[in-house]
């Protein structure tokens, strides 16, 4: 199925794909009608695929963080991040590109405690320094295993980050809450004492796959 998300964006392409193909049937050269038909299906494609929204079978137990995103894995180190945890963490970066679902979810039980929006640059998402000074869209959840973070980061062709949370909401594992269109990062930090999971250029898939466990 199609995400929510995107209803907007197929609806303005499918009626700009109709009107092109229409019109190519006034051309007279056989080659630029077919070429003109052939792109419009191909980039209709596309953003079909783009805004697909596969259903997920998320673990129920409550000691697991789940991954955030579709992508791989391309990070995973011990920072210091000081906007909600204020001390080290360890993070999980993963990669979404263009042909991966780009429907975002909740990662774990619990509570928005933190939203923040900032403006950026569109440096490639899978550079590290992107988590810094990207567009990005922060979210803090507080877990009954503590403070989740995980950061909605806008890459080179990423141009608009959706997120549907409100701070107080309470929120559950698997939960779509969001997506970046067009090719972008997501970046996971977690309290040191979680075991990650994942191993670097792992491919991970949101809603589904366990990044890390608590202890129970």
């Known amino acids: ?14 009626i ?18 077919h070429t003109a038909i052939v792109i419009c299906v191909i980039f209709f494609g596309f953003t079909l695929n783009f805004f697909r929204d596969p259903n997920r079978i998320t673990p129920t137990e409550k000691n697991l963080l789940i991954s955030p995103a579709d992508g791989e894995v391309v990070n995973i180190s ?3 991040e000081r906007n909600f945890h204020n001390g080290i963490a360890k993070k999980v970066s993963i990669f979404m590109s263009p042909l991966n679902v780009h429907v975002n979810r909740i ?17 490639v998402a899978f550079e590290d320094k992107s988590s810094e000074r990207n567009e990005r869209m922060e979210i803090g959840i507080l877990s009954m295993h503590g403070k989740i973070l995980f950061t909605q980061i806008a890459g080179f062709i990423a141009r608009r980050i959706v997120c549907t949370l409100s701070l107080g909401q ?15 990062r997501v970046d996971i930090y ?8 994942v191993g670097m250029n792992q491919n991970v898939y949101a809603g589904e796959t366990v990044i890390a466990q608590f202890k129970k």
């Open 170 to 184: 309470s929120v559950q594992a698997g939960e779509r809450f969001g997506m970046i269109k067009f090719g972008s």
């Open 1 to 14: 199925m199609i995400t929510k998300y995107g209803y907007t964006t197929v609806g303005t392409i499918t």
């Open 107 to 123: 990662p774990i039980d619990g509570k928005v405690e933190y939203l923040k929006y900032h403006e950026g640059e569109y440096l």
């Open 78 to 80: 011990a920072v210091e």
């Open 190 to 197: 977690m309290p040191v004492e979680a075991e990650i999971l």
């Open 16 to 33: 700009i794909v109709f009107l092109i193909i229409a019109l190519s049937f006034f051309i007279s050269n056989p080659y630029i009608k």
